[in-house]
Every structure is written in C-alpha cells, then in structure tokens.
C-alpha cells in the first residue's frame, strides 16, 4: 500500500495536538467517537491534558485518497527529547508547526534539528492564523533564518508552507482565512512532498522498536518501524538485544494502527509502523529480524542526562497512610519499570537499599515521573535537584542551557539582574511593540528554582523557556538565595491560634486542620534561618477577659505547594514528601537528636 510516515513536531501548545485531531476528524476512515468541543482526541494521558503538554508519544492513522499516512505526535519539550529522538527513526518526513503570533520558539529549535539531523523532509504549518495579533509572513521569515542556522540543506529550506487554524479545521496556500474551507490543503502536501518509505520487502526482516506499550491483556506491546521484509503474525524472529545478544520469539499478536486504534492483522511489509506483543524483555532500541539472517539495526542515540535527584524509600512519621505501595521493593520495581520505555532517565542504586539515584533530561522530565508515581499509589521521598558535572581533559565541564525569556518592558530591568546573579550572559535583546523578548546563556545549576522568583517577578506574565545547549567549562560559584524555613516543632494538627504565630515569620505552607509531624516544614521564613513553630499550640482558655478579646488577626490564605515549587524551594538539608494525596517538605532530620546520631 501506498505510504507516508510522518511526525508532527512543534513547541510547547502551538496546537500540535489539535491539528492531529482536525486530520483525524477529516480523514476518510475515520468515524470520530467526540465527547465534547474541548476534548483532544490525542491527549490520552491526564497529567498531559492537566498540563496542556504532550508527553508521551502516540500513534495514529489514516486515509486519503488511497494513501495511508501514519502521524506520530511527539513531545513539545525538550526534557522529553528521549522521545522526539526515537519517532524520527520511525518517519520519513515532518510538519512542523510554527505558531503565528509567537513564530519558532527555543522548543521549536530543538525538535527542528532532530528532523534536520535526521535528513527528513519539512513541511512548514503557520497555525493560529485566526488570532487577532497574527503575523504570518513574519513568523514563515523567522523560520526561514532558523533552517539556515541549523544547516538545513537546499532541499529542506525548499519547504512548503501551508497556513492554518487548526481549532476551526481549516488551511490553505495564503494566510486569508476567508478562503479556506477544510484541512485539504494539508493532506495535498503531505502526499506530494513527503516520500514514501524507502523500504524492500524481499530482504531479510528488520524492525526497530522504537516504544512500549503496556496492555492488560496483551502484555508489552511494541511499536516500531519495519525497515525490510514482511512481519507474519506467529512468526518465530530473533529479538536482538542492545548487548547484542540474540533469542528467538514467537510473535503472539501483530497489529496496525487505523485512526487511534490497534487492528490486528496477519502480516504487514517493510515501510509500515506496527505494534507487536510476545516479547516480554525486550526494550526500546532493540531489533526484531530474520531468525536466519540476525541483523541489528543502529542502537538509538539519546542526548545525556543533565540533572541527578534521590530517590528513596518515605521515612516521615506519616509514611503508609494516604498510599499503598511504601516499600523499598514496590519503588525499585517501578522504577525498573520506568527505564523499560524511557531511554533519556537512568537509575543507579546507592549505598543504602532504599535509595537510588536518578537521572535525567530536566526538572520538568523527573517531576512528570514523580507526579505519575504519586497518582499511582506511591509514597516517596526525593532530594534537591542537582547537575551533572563531567571531568575532561583536567577540566570540569556542566550543562549549559539557552534561556529565552519575555516579559513586559516594566520588568527587563529585574529580569536582567536576576539572570545575572544566577551567572547568565545576555546574548541577544529586542522590543516587540510592549514585551521585552531576551536570549540569554546560563549554566542548568542556575535554572534550578529560578522558575517560582521569576513569575513573582514579572507577577505571572513572564515567559520562560529554556533549551540545552551543551557542557562548557565550569562557569564559577554560583552564590545562592538562602531561605530559612518554618520548622514544626511539634507532631499534631495545625490550629489557627499556632499558625498566626508562624505567620508573623513569613509564608505558610498549610493553613488549619493540617496534620503535621515534628521536623516538616511549613513555611518560608522571612530571614535566612530556620525557626521551629509549634503550629499546633492552641490558645489557652482562661476566665479572664482581655482588653484585645475582641480583636481577631487575620490568616492569609497559604501558599498552595506543588511538586514543582516543592523541588526548587528545598535546601540542601531538605526532602520532599511525595503521596498520591499530599507534597510535603521536611528536614532531613525530624528532630536534633536524629542530627546529632547522624554525625556521630
């Protein structure tokens, strides 16, 4: 059959997954199953559709014209990379997504030089055409500039341009939305320039898996490319492992992808995706050949990790009581588990039998995972984020990350200074009618937090987004921003009467009716030190009546902790708690007799 592989690929909610729907929706095949105007056929996963990110890629398909194109939706941020890397080996070509108010942004560059990298042909979708502040043509010439600084060769700058509004399901060859009437347009570039698969299937089997599925029924499923000859359901292969170690497997199941659903079949030729379960061990990056011929396919590359964290076992007086898996042997299995599909995250266990150390592309990457754990059923406890350094030829090297930022003119003065205290070096700064839009090179050690200050900064209308560059020499001591915490001193629930005592230090964590154990923190103090509190102390009733009976202070509402904020508050001396019900930040040491046994 006749055949087109293809990823869309773009920056963070540029549309991406809309304009996959409006495909679907508009497709030949596909009868669509919609429970609403703002459901995302796509967004499968909760923590995606919450955040409005894709994570996870998926897999679809569909018809036109006689053509089956399979669509591979890819993530839209660079933490997730370990995915976009891996659906490029799968397709043939790309539409990248560019929004027309905002045009490429430092995402866009990332996912644009993995298609480059890739050799793939590129279709260019200016999207959000129906905004009032679009500006096309100036978006398509910032693409034009970033082909150029990527190295694209003369036949991928030679793109075709196809303008949209993906939420009303149109496009067309000039950005005039009046005369656009459906998704035409779109389907019409992907047939005529992206190319078939190069592929023969009269040579020996190889298939590349390149993502895992896990089914109720089916087991492991993996999904993948066939490169050369023809996959037979039942069929005995040789599943080649990244050691290079060869079994023979007996293929149970063997299914395509036909809108979003799987449709087993009998057999499928090279050039198809496929989906394949009967391999319980095997991994991403791993071949399926010809049991007689055993060839392996090029193993994945996959960029280093950047940031380490602890993770390990819940220790805090409260452990076992709002989750149900606690034991050191419920988090080395899941984590186990997660390496299986994520090849940019990797787990070494420490000196302890309940601590590992994680690693992987970004904080964002590890507090997805953390989140996916606590929804779970998990309980857990992790450490502060921290970068890799690398040693090389005498030299300590770190990751280096180029930060884009915009925000209103009022704050470039603020946002500056605090780029520069963080050791940031501005390389490029231009106005844009009232938004101050800067480039800045920064080491990841000082990204690490800087998130929460800047939206304080900039009172929630700055933008920030950041994108590895690669490891430079050591950049110098990073003076950090010291807090102090409000420690509880005491193991009970808050009452109001505790609490308005802790206020007067600085900003609660918690508000009232909050159970709390000695050595959790519950506030930020004001000064660089920590203070204990017994958020708990009610006030002492007496037959007395004082002259301030009457008076009552007020309790400001508690700052709302989230895992993110969590991660980049904690010192060095700090954990976060993490259960499916609750984020909690403690010391590391409840109590100073716990301190005192721990240097002795």
Same mark, same amino acid.
């Given at each position: 059959?006749?055949? *087109?592989?293809?990823?869309?690929?773009?920056?963070?909610?540029?549309?991406?997954?809309?304009?996959? =729907?409006?495909?679907?929706?508009?497709?030949?095949?596909?009868?669509?199953?919609?429970?609403?105007?703002?459901?995302?056929?796509?967004?499968?996963?909760?923590?995606? !559709?919450?955040?409005?990110?894709?994570?996870?890629?998926?897999?679809?398909?569909?018809?036109?014209?006689?053509?089956? %194109?399979?669509?591979?939706?890819?993530?839209?941020?660079?933490?997730? /990379?370990?995915?976009?890397?891996?659906?490029?080996?799968?397709?043939?070509?790309?539409?990248?997504?560019?929004?027309? &108010?905002?045009?490429?942004?430092?995402?866009?560059?990332?996912?644009?030089?993995?298609?480059?990298?890739?050799?793939? !042909?590129?279709?260019?979708?200016?999207?959000?055409? =129906?905004?009032?502040?679009? !500006?096309?043509?100036?978006?398509?010439?910032?693409?034009?500039?970033?082909?150029?600084?990527?190295?694209?060769?003369?036949?991928?700058?030679?793109?075709?341009?196809?303008?949209?509004?993906?939420?009303?399901?149109?496009?067309?060859? &000039?950005?005039?939305?009046?005369?656009?009437?459906?998704? @035409?347009?779109?389907?019409?570039?992907?047939?005529? $320039?992206?190319?078939?698969?190069?592929?023969?299937?009269?040579?020996?089997?190889?298939?590349?898996?390149?993502?895992? %599925? $896990?089914?109720? $029924?089916?087991?492991?499923?993996?999904?993948?490319?066939?490169?050369?000859?023809?996959?037979?359901?039942?069929?005995?292969?040789?599943?080649?492992?990244?050691?290079?170690?060869?079994?023979?497997?007996?293929?149970?199941?063997?299914?395509?992808?036909?809108?979003?659903?799987?449709?087993?079949?009998?057999?499928?030729?090279?050039?198809?995706?496929?989906?394949?379960?009967?391999?319980?061990?095997?991994?991403?990056?791993?071949?399926?050949?010809?049991?007689?011929?055993?060839?392996?396919?090029?193993?994945? &590359?996959?960029?280093?990790?950047?940031?380490?964290?602890?993770?390990?076992?819940?220790?805090?007086?409260?452990?076992?009581?709002?989750?149900?898996?606690?034991?050191?042997?419920?988090?080395r299995e899941r984590l186990e588990k997660e390496l299986e599909t994520d090849v940019a995250l990797s787990v070494k266990q420490t000196d302890s039998a309940?601590?590992?150390?994680?690693?992987? *592309?970004?904080?964002?990457?590890?507090?997805?995972?953390?989140?996916?754990?606590?929804?779970?059923? #998990?309980?857990?406890?992790?450490?502060?984020?921290?970068? %890799?350094?690398?040693? @090389?030829?005498?030299?300590?090297?770190?990751?280096?990350?180029?930060?884009?930022?915009?925000?209103?003119?009022?704050?470039?003065?603020?946002?500056?200074?605090?780029?520069?205290?963080?050791?940031?070096?501005?390389?490029?700064? !231009?106005?844009?009618?009232?938004?101050?839009?800067?480039?800045?090179?920064?080491?990841?050690?000082?990204?690490?937090?800087?998130?929460?200050?800047?939206?304080?900064?900039?009172?929630?209308?700055?933008?920030?987004?950041?994108?590895?560059?690669?490891?430079?020499? $050591?950049?110098? @001591?990073?003076?950090?921003?010291?807090?102090?915490?409000?420690?509880?001193?005491?193991?009970? +629930?808050?009452?109001?009467?505790?609490?308005?005592?802790?206020?007067?230090? /600085?900003?609660?964590?918690?508000?009232?009716?909050?159970? +709390?154990?000695?050595?959790?923190?519950?506030? &930020?103090?004001?000064?660089?030190?920590?203070?204990?509190?017994?958020?708990?102390?009610?006030?002492?009733?007496?037959?007395?009546?004082?002259?301030? @009976?009457? +008076?009552?202070?007020?309790?400001?509402?508690?700052?709302?902790?989230?895992?993110?904020?969590?991660?980049? #508050?904690?010192?060095?001396?700090?954990?976060?708690?993490?259960?499916?019900?609750?984020?909690?930040?403690?010391?590391?040491?409840?109590?100073?007799?716990?301190?005192?046994?721990?240097?002795?």
């Open positions: 059959m006749n055949i *087109r592989n293809i990823a869309i690929i773009a920056h963070v909610d540029h549309g991406k997954t809309t304009l996959v =729907d409006s495909l679907l929706k508009q497709s030949e095949n596909f009868k669509l199953k919609f429970d609403g105007p703002q459901e995302l056929i796509m967004d499968s996963n909760e923590l995606e !559709r919450e955040r409005g990110i894709t994570i996870f890629s998926k897999n679809a398909a569909l018809e036109h014209k006689g053509v089956k %194109i399979n669509i591979v939706d890819t993530p839209g941020h660079a933490d997730f /990379g370990g995915e976009v890397e891996r659906i490029m080996r799968m397709v043939d070509g790309a539409i990248l997504l560019i929004d027309a &108010k905002e045009g490429p942004m430092p995402q866009t560059k990332f996912v644009l030089k993995k298609a480059i990298q890739a050799g793939h !042909r590129i279709i260019v979708v200016i999207n959000k055409i =129906d905004k009032a502040d679009a !500006r096309p043509e100036w978006a398509l010439n910032q693409t034009y500039e970033l082909f150029f600084e990527l190295g694209a060769s003369e036949t991928q700058i030679e793109f075709p341009v196809v303008y949209a509004s993906a939420r009303q399901g149109k496009a067309g060859l &000039k950005p005039d939305l009046s005369s656009m009437k459906n998704i @035409e347009p779109l389907f019409e570039a992907i047939v005529n $320039y992206i190319k078939p698969p190069e592929a023969n299937s009269s040579l020996p089997l190889q298939m590349l898996t390149v993502n895992l %599925i $896990y089914d109720n $029924y089916k087991g492991k499923i993996a999904v993948g490319r066939i490169y050369s000859g023809v996959l037979k359901k039942g069929a005995t292969v040789a599943h080649i492992a990244r050691s290079g170690e060869i079994k023979k497997a007996q293929l149970s199941s063997l299914m395509l992808f036909s809108g979003l659903n799987r449709v087993e079949v009998n057999e499928a030729e090279a050039g198809e995706i496929v989906a394949i379960a009967g391999i319980p061990d095997i991994s991403i990056g791993e071949t399926i050949a010809d049991v007689e011929n055993p060839v392996a396919l090029p193993v994945i &590359k996959i960029d280093e990790p950047t940031i380490k964290m602890t993770f390990g076992v819940n220790t805090s007086p409260f452990m076992g009581k709002e989750g149900d898996k606690t034991t050191s042997r419920n988090l309940d601590r590992w150390v994680v690693t992987g *592309r970004g904080e964002l990457h590890l507090s997805i995972f953390i989140e996916k754990m606590r929804r779970e059923g #998990y309980e857990l406890e992790v450490s502060k984020p921290q970068v %890799i350094f690398k040693e @090389e030829n005498g030299k300590t090297l770190e990751p280096v990350e180029l930060l884009t930022i915009e925000a209103p003119q009022d704050f470039a003065g603020n946002v500056i200074e605090l780029i520069g205290k963080r050791l940031g070096i501005m390389e490029d700064m !231009r106005v844009d009618k009232e938004t101050t839009i800067m480039e800045f090179t920064i080491p990841t050690r000082g990204l690490i937090g800087i998130r929460g200050e800047f939206l304080t900064l900039t009172k929630g209308l700055g933008i920030m987004n950041s994108l590895f560059s690669g490891y430079e020499e $050591y950049k110098g @001591e990073l003076k950090a921003e010291e807090h102090g915490s409000i420690v509880a001193s005491d193991t009970g +629930v808050s009452n109001s009467y505790g609490l308005i005592t802790a206020q007067g230090r /600085g900003q609660l964590f918690i508000g009232p009716g909050v159970p +709390v154990y000695e050595g959790m923190v519950t506030g &930020k103090n004001a000064k660089a030190e920590d203070v204990k509190v017994n958020v708990c102390k009610a006030k002492e009733l007496t037959n007395f009546r004082s002259r301030n @009976e009457g +008076v009552q202070e007020k309790l400001d509402v508690p700052f709302d902790l989230t895992l993110e904020y969590a991660l980049s #508050y904690i010192g060095d001396g700090e954990l976060v708690e993490v259960t499916p019900k609750s984020v909690r930040v403690r010391k590391m040491y409840l109590t100073e007799l716990q301190k005192k046994r721990a240097k002795a």
